[in-house]
């Protein structure tokens, strides 16, 4: 639906659509009372795919969204490094802001149990990102 032209009347109708859509899903994230948060993974990944192939002009705007509104770190590193996607410089700074405050704390909730195969995956993904 969201990749056809003829479905919104116009770009404006199309983007107030995706940005409300990707509003609702980070607000169902943030306060889901099961905490899985691979429930979750699979709406913001495509909206991932969607900006950065469909909707360019709105990347930017996925970006901030997903890292001023989702207080989990490891689930933001999960998704912005999960594919080949090419993060904004203005999106990129504000994750590396958020990780220089967080992951401390991430690092530490992760490494708990430290058979977590988790724990490989986090840090693989925080390099490829460049937040080590």
């Given at each position: 639906m969201l990749e056809h032209e003829t479905t919104f009347t116009n770009k404006k109708a199309?983007?107030?659509?995706?940005?409300?859509?990707?509003?609702?899903?980070?607000?169902?994230?943030?306060?889901?009372?099961?905490?899985?948060d691979d429930n979750y993974l699979i709406p913001l990944h495509l909206m991932l795919l969607i900006v950065n192939q469909i909707y360019q002009d709105l990347k930017l705007f996925y970006e901030s969204e997903v890292v001023d509104n989702l207080d989990n770190l490891s689930l933001i590193v999960d998704i912005f490094?999960?594919?080949?996607?090419?993060?904004?410089?203005k999106g990129n700074k504000k994750l590396?802001?958020?990780?220089?405050?967080?992951?401390?704390?991430?690092?530490?909730?992760i490494l708990r149990n430290?058979?977590?195969?988790?724990?490989?995956?986090?840090?693989?993904a925080l390099e490829k990102l460049g937040l080590n």
């Open positions: 199309r983007n107030s659509y995706f940005k409300y859509l990707l509003k609702f899903t980070i607000s169902q994230t943030r306060f889901s009372v099961i905490n899985n490094s999960s594919s080949d996607y090419t993060m904004t410089t590396k802001q958020k990780a220089k405050l967080e992951l401390v704390f991430e690092r530490r909730k430290s058979n977590n195969p988790k724990t490989v995956l986090f840090e693989k």
